[in-house]
């Protein structure tokens, strides 16, 4: 699906991801971890085609250079949900998430357009909270707007679309957090990829299908969640100690730090 080889980023001379390989394919679903600072959220720009790298560094989406996609067309086949959305926005919850909808309509939404926006609140939880004004909403509840509108963004017949997100589940509570990431599994079960910027590593484990551990712009470890969560690899990457050990219930790896 996405394939980039050596990724180069520098920002104001800064050196912010160094000879990053990475390769996901099609209906995987990849967890991006690693401490604050360690360059996810980057990786993931330059992946989204919004911040550029060394022009000879080429990202091959779906083996086409990523640059090359003419952006009303990769519209439809790659949707982001960023980590910081904006939290003043002076319309309705319904009006936020058919902004989602924008690659498809000139003037005015049609009925195809209606229906893939109330089908996103519908999975997000906020159908209720359609003709809310925004700006009224908590932390939580605007969280999943911006997640309904990306999820409106990809209701189309593209095969294999590709989503980011960019720490999703912050102010989430426990419930959300889980139906985000059941919702996202959903997606990857139908061919499609989700490349996702996480911090709680049992999330990570428990649903991502590979792992991309992060440290000072560079890739630690990558591999299935028990490759990657192993105590030595986690206690250098967060400078923490960690336990490893099975969930007594799903036998599944279990990451209790301090
Ligand atoms: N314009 C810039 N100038 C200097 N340094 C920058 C610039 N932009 C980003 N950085 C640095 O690059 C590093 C990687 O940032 P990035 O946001 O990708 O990290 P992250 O792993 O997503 O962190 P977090 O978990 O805190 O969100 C950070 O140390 C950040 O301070």
Same mark, same amino acid.
């Given at each position: 699906?996405?394939?980039?080889?050596?990724?180069?980023?520098?920002?104001?001379?800064?050196?912010?991801?160094?000879?990053?390989?990475?390769?996901?394919?099609?209906?995987?679903?990849?967890?991006?971890?690693?401490?604050?600072?360690?360059?996810?959220?980057?990786?993931?720009?330059?992946?989204?085609?919004?911040? &550029?790298?060394?022009? @000879?560094?080429?990202? *091959?989406? /779906?083996?086409?250079?990523?640059?090359?996609?003419?952006?009303? =067309?990769?519209?439809?086949?790659?949707?982001?949900?960023?980590?910081?959305?904006?939290?003043?926005?002076?319309?309705?919850?319904?009006?936020?998430?058919?902004?989602?909808?924008?690659?498809?309509?000139?003037?005015?939404?049609?009925?195809?357009?209606?229906?893939?926006?109330?089908?996103?609140?519908?999975?997000?939880?906020?159908?209720?909270?359609?003709?809310?004004?925004?700006?009224?909403?908590?932390?939580?509840?605007?969280?999943?707007?911006?997640?309904?509108?990306?999820?409106?963004?990809?209701?189309?017949?593209?095969?294999?679309?590709?989503?980011?997100?960019?720490?999703?589940?912050?102010?989430?509570?426990? &419930?959300?957090?889980? @139906?985000?990431?059941? *919702?996202? /599994?959903?997606?990857?079960?139908?061919?499609?990829?989700?490349? =996702?910027?996480?911090?709680?590593?049992?999330?990570?484990?428990?649903?991502?299908?590979?792992?991309?551990?992060?440290?000072?712009?560079?890739?630690?470890?990558?591999?299935?969640?028990?490759?990657?969560?192993?105590?030595?690899?986690?206690?250098?990457?967060?400078?923490?100690?960690?336990?490893?050990?099975?969930?007594?219930?799903?036998?599944?790896?279990?990451?209790?730090?301090?």
């Amino acid at each position: 699906m996405i394939k980039g080889y050596q990724i180069n980023y520098q920002n104001q001379n800064v050196s912010i991801l160094k000879g990053i390989d990475v390769e996901v394919g099609y209906g995987e679903f990849l967890a991006i971890v690693g401490p604050n600072g360690a360059g996810k959220s980057s990786l993931l720009n330059v992946l989204a085609n919004e911040i &550029k790298t060394d022009k @000879k560094q080429h990202i *091959l989406f /779906k083996d086409k250079i990523l640059t090359d996609w003419k952006l009303e =067309v990769l519209s439809k086949h790659k949707a982001k949900f960023s980590q910081h959305n904006s939290q003043d926005i002076p319309l309705l919850v319904k009006d936020v998430v058919m902004m989602g909808r924008y690659p498809y309509f000139h003037s005015q939404p049609n009925s195809e357009d209606f229906k893939c926006a109330e089908n996103a609140m519908t999975d997000t939880d906020i159908i209720h909270l359609q003709n809310r004004d925004y700006n009224s909403l908590s932390g939580g509840e605007k969280q999943r707007v911006h997640l309904a509108r990306v999820l409106a963004q990809l209701d189309n017949d593209v095969t294999h679309r590709l989503l980011f997100l960019d720490e999703p589940l912050n102010n989430l509570d426990v &419930k959300h957090q889980y @139906k985000t990431l059941e *919702l996202i /599994k959903k997606l990857t079960q139908k061919k499609n990829t989700t490349i =996702v910027v996480l911090h709680d590593l049992n999330l990570a484990a428990h649903f991502a299908d590979k792992i991309l551990l992060m440290e000072s712009g560079k890739v630690l470890s990558y591999g299935s969640p028990e490759e990657v969560f192993t105590q030595e690899m986690i206690s250098k990457a967060y400078q923490f100690p960690c336990t490893i050990c099975k969930h007594p219930v799903n036998q599944e790896t279990m990451i209790l730090f301090g």
